[in-house]
């Protein structure tokens, strides 16, 4: 009884087959959610040498409580799959001393999904109120890291609210009237 014979047409697929084949599907499943689940823990994520100024600034900030997956990776299963691929990537390259240019994803729509609120489609009431979440900024190409960038990962702005200035980069003229 071979189970690599029978797979491969040389011997006859018998029931006992048929479970040790069934048995190894269901521990390769079992083994695969509980991989994803582990290596899409922040301290996973951390225990890359790579990643230790990245993950201590993240410690001190405001999203402390938030997941680097739930950041940096596009939501769904596609989102998992292609997050997955580039950590393994990742990996081969640190393993093989290849260059690494460690560069996260970062996409409004994973802001949108905890921040939901932020953007207003009445301008004149957002602006009325001095709210710069417009429907406006992002249809002129803003993101949200237009404007917040550096707010997990930068220990100088981290647990800073953003001031006129990052408003004077775009908005100098109308900020003298």
Known sequence: MNLLRA???KEKLTGQHLVILGCA????L???AWSVGYTSRSEFCASCHEMTPMHQTWQTSSHKNVACFDCHSEPGAMGVVKAKAKGLK???LHITSATMDIKAD???INCFSCHQDKVKTNVERALAA???HT???FDNGMTCISCHTGI???AKINNVGLNRDNCANCHLDQMRK
């Open 7 to 9: 797979i491969a047409g």
């Open 25 to 28: 599907v269901v521990f390769f």
């Open 30 to 32: 079992i083994f695969t």
């Open 90 to 92: 990742e990996v081969w």
């Open 106 to 108: 970062e996409r409004d």
């Open 130 to 132: 001095k709210d710069p």
């Open 135 to 137: 429907k406006k900024h």
């Open 152 to 154: 997990v990962h930068n």
